[in-house]
């Protein structure tokens, strides 16, 4: 019986409206629109908008309509955000924005951005092509792309507010100027728009806004969208997490996306949380420049220290990030690499499930202890075979290091020497010899004395001016 109700509340669940829907209901539909010819120049420098005064040198060359498509539009929407998101695009190169925008990127069709930041159009002229979107009259297929949480906008909506505003439209009563919020344009495009994508992890997870007494509602684009959610071609929202987000990894993905609509791709992989899988399928820690340290017990107690962060708050063992890969921008930096331990930016559980930061993850407890015992062993085991590494065959013959660098470091001792033969003699175990003509060949059975003719001249010589060399026979 418990199991039945549990199955009638889940079902009631999926069949209550999104928050998207819910705002729509609120609002009601849309049909007043603004004439541009009576809003003139304002809000438009130069007289020209950016679509306009990129597309001579954008169309200049044909390898953008090498596709179906000549063009796509973007638009970018700033829910509960800090704009890093913005920074981090702006920087990448893997495809860098500039190409889309011109169009240069071989196979792609150029992307006709509409960015509240980037665009330089305001007011009416830049909400333009957002309208004619709404109304069905693009002249191209479009995207919408949110950085930073979606909003719960019933709520201020209630008492006259709203949490994020993107622009006015003549939408209120009697065609009156209203605020209308980022949320209510995406709840608008997101059924036509050829794919959503949420960038950040404010957007494909809620992030920091979302945090646990947050008075916003601030939720994720899936979250706000839907289950059910598909875009015109099909796609439910792909999301780009990070805070914030490796800029490539978001351009990676979006140039993947484009390559399909182009159709010159498959759709490309993502899990089952709508992340580029091909970039969110491993942990930080298995590509962590640190992991070594981990392994051999070798942790940091301080920050600025080489070794392990896990002891000073890093969760990167279980943590689905690339950016010690990758890096933060153009391949440099990214948190380990840096210096600063992992706080589980890009996680659904974030920021609520990491904190305290900086403090010792208590699963990592039986972890670092264990690698903690290995690395007593092995360490000191590696730390003897790299000493031996370290030394010409010669050097361990006449027992001295030539070198101006090296004249505090002791001799091995006898007890060394003999264990490096010992290991020697191990490795050598498992080479087989070829044989020609009845004589193995290609082994290197034994060490034997040998006239070493650069003895004299190199290290002066010894008493009988002789090395032990291993013979090739
Ligand atoms: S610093 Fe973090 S990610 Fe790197 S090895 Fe240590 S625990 Fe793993
Ligand atoms: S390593 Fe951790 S904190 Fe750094 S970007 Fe990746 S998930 Fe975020």
Excluded at 103 to 109: D, F, R, S
């Amino acid at each position: 019986m418990a199991t039945g109700t549990g199955q009638t509340g889940r079902a009631a669940q999926r069949s209550e409206k999104t928050p998207a829907q819910r705002l729509l209901d609120m609002l009601g539909p849309v049909d007043t629109f603004r004439d541009l010819d009576e809003v003139g120049d304002f809000g438009l420098p130069g007289r020209i908008d950016m679509e306009h005064l990129l597309e001579p040198v954008a169309m200049a060359g044909p390898i953008s309509r090498l596709g179906p498509l000549e063009k796509v539009h973007a638009f970018w929407f700033s829910g509960m955000s800090c704009d890093g998101c913005s920074v981090a695009v702006t920087g990448a190169e893997t495809p860098s924005l500039e190409t889309l925008l011109l169009g240069t990127h071989p196979g792609l069709p150029r992307v006709v951005l509409h960015h509240p930041v980037v665009n330089f159009e305001s007011g009416p002229h830049y909400l333009a092509a957002a309208e004619r979107a709404v109304r069905g009259e693009l002249d191209a297929p479009y995207v919408i792309i949110l950085e930073g949480s979606a909003t719960d906008e019933t709520v201020p909506h209630e008492f006259g507010g709203w949490w994020a505003g993107n622009g006015e439209e003549p939408w209120g009563p009697d065609g009156e100027e209203r605020s209308v919020t980022c949320e209510e344009w995406i709840a608008r495009l997101a059924p036509g728009a050829a794919a959503s994508i949420a960038i950040g992890t404010c957007a494909t997870w809620g992030g920091i806004p979302s945090a646990q007494g947050n008075p916003t509602g601030a939720m994720s684009l899936m979250d706000f969208l839907g289950r059910d959610y598909r875009s015109a071609l099909g796609v439910p929202v792909v999301n780009v997490p990070g805070c914030a987000p490796i800029g490539d990894n978001f351009m990676e993905t979006v140039a993947s996306l484009l390559y399909f609509l182009q159709g010159y791709g498959p759709l490309p992989e993502f899990d089952e949380l709508g992340r580029p899988a091909w970039l969110f399928n491993e942990t930080v820690h298995r590509h962590c420049v640190r992991g070594a340290y981990y392994e051999e017990g070798d942790f940091a107690h301080e920050f600025g220290e080489p070794n392990c962060l896990v002891e000073v708050g890093c969760w990167g063992p279980v943590v689905n990030c690339n950016i010690t890969s990758r890096g933060a921008e153009r391949h440099v930096g990214g948190c380990m690499n840096a210096g600063g331990p992992c706080i589980g930016c890009t996680m659904p559980g974030f920021p609520d499930k990491f904190t305290p930061f900086y403090t010792v993850a208590p699963g990592s407890k039986a972890s670092t202890s264990a690698s903690r015992l290995l690395g007593s062993v092995i360490k000191p085991l590696r730390m003897y075979t790299n000493e031996h590494l370290n030394r010409e065959p010669r050097w361990d013959l006449h027992k001295e290091v030539p070198s101006g660098w090296a004249r505090e470091k002791a001799e091995p001792g006898r007890v060394k020497e003999l264990g490096h033969r010992f290991y020697d003699r191990i490795r050598r175990s498992d080479d087989t010899p070829r044989t020609y003509e009845g004589v193995p060949r290609g082994k290197r059975v034994e060490w034997t004395e040998q006239e070493d003719p650069a003895a004299e001249r190199s290290l002066g010589g010894g008493e009988d001016g002789s090395r032990r060399i291993m013979e090739e026979r």
